[in-house]
C-alpha cells in the first residue's frame, strides 16, 4: 500500500474511534439531522451519482463516519460507458476537465493544491500518486457546523484562495483524477467541521434539481440499486441516479 494511504488510513480508523466515542452510536443520520443549508449539484450539466446515498446499503462509505453521506459523480453516455477513446488517459473521460461549481454561499477554509493525476488502469484499481488520499481539493464554509468537500481536482485548476467568499454556482475548480481515485470522478461531502479525519459526515439536502434514474447504469456498475434509495428526492439523492441542476 501507498505508505500516504496507509497513514491517512490509520489517521480516518483514529477518527472513527473518536467519533463513536463523541456521538456514542447517534451519529447524524436523515431522521435527527436538517441541513442548515439546502445545497446545489457542484456541477453544470447532467451527471451520475456512482457512489452515495442516505442508507447503509447505497453509503459513499457507510463505516466511515466522515464519508458516509459522500457522494461520486461522473458523466456516463447512453452505453453506460464513463469515457471515448484510450481508457486510461484521464482527458478520455467525459468529466474531466468540467467545471466544478461552489455547492451554496461560503467562505473557503481550506484548499489542497499541487497533486497530480493518478494512474488509472484498465481494471480500475484505485491508486494515489498524491500527498493526500483527497488529492487537489476545496473546503468551504457554509454555515456554523456546515462545510462542503470537493475532491479529486485537477492539477492547477484550483481558482479560490482561503477567506475568499464564494457564490452559489461560481467556479471554483476543474474535475480531475488526483488522490485515491480509479478514474475521473468528483467526490462531494458536507461535513460537520474541519477535520476530514474527525468531523462526522451529514445528509445533504439538496433543492432545484431534476432526478431521474439513469439508463443503462448497470452497463457501468453490476450492483444492484436499492429500492429505497430510488424515491428519496426531495431531498436527497441516491446511486445510480441521473441529476442536474434545475438553475443557479
Request: proline residues 6%.
Amino acid at each position: 500500500m501507498n505508505p500516504i494511504v496507509l497513514i491517512q488510513s490509520l489517521k480516518q480508523m483514529w477518527g472513527i474511534i473518536m467519533l463513536e466515542y463523541k456521538y456514542q452510536g447517534k451519529l447524524p443520520n436523515k431522521d435527527n439531522y436538517s441541513c442548515a443549508v439546502k445545497y446545489s449539484l457542484p456541477f453544470q450539466g447532467t451527471w451520475i451519482v456512482v457512489n452515495g446515498g442516505v442508507t447503509q446499503n447505497d453509503s459513499h462509505s457507510w463505516e466511515i463516519p466522515t464519508q458516509r453521506y459522500a457522494y461520486d459523480f461522473i458523466i456516463l453516455d447512453i452505453n453506460g460507458k464513463s469515457f471515448n477513446g484510450k481508457e486510461t488517459m484521464p482527458e478520455s473521460f467525459y468529466c474531466y476537465g468540467k467545471d466544478i461549481l461552489a455547492p451554496a454561499d461560503g467562505v473557503v477554509t481550506e484548499v489542497g493544491n499541487g497533486n497530480p493525476d493518478s494512474k488509472i488502469t484498465v481494471d480500475r484499481k484505485a491508486t494515489c500518486a498524491a500527498r493526500d488520499i483527497r488529492g487537489n481539493y476545496v473546503l468551504i464554509q457554509h454555515d456554523k457546523d456546515e462545510y462542503s468537500l470537493l475532491a479529486h481536482l485537477k492539477p492547477d485548476s484550483i481558482k479560490v484562495s482561503v477567506g475568499q467568499r464564494v457564490m452559489r454556482g461560481e467556479k471554483i475548480a476543474l474535475c480531475g483524477n488526483s488522490g485515491n481515485s480509479s478514474e475521473p470522478h468528483v467526490h462531494f461531502q458536507i461535513q460537520a467541521g474541519t477535520s476530514f479525519y474527525s468531523s462526522p459526515g451529514l445528509p445533504i439536502e439538496f433543492n432545484n434539481l431534476t432526478v431521474n434514474s439513469t439508463p443503462n447504469y448497470e452497463l457501468f456498475d453490476d450492483r444492484k440499486i436499492s429500492i429505497e434509495n430510488t424515491n428519496t428526492y426531495p431531498p436527497y439523492i441516491a446511486r445510480g441516479q441521473s441529476v442536474s441542476n434545475i438553475c443557479l
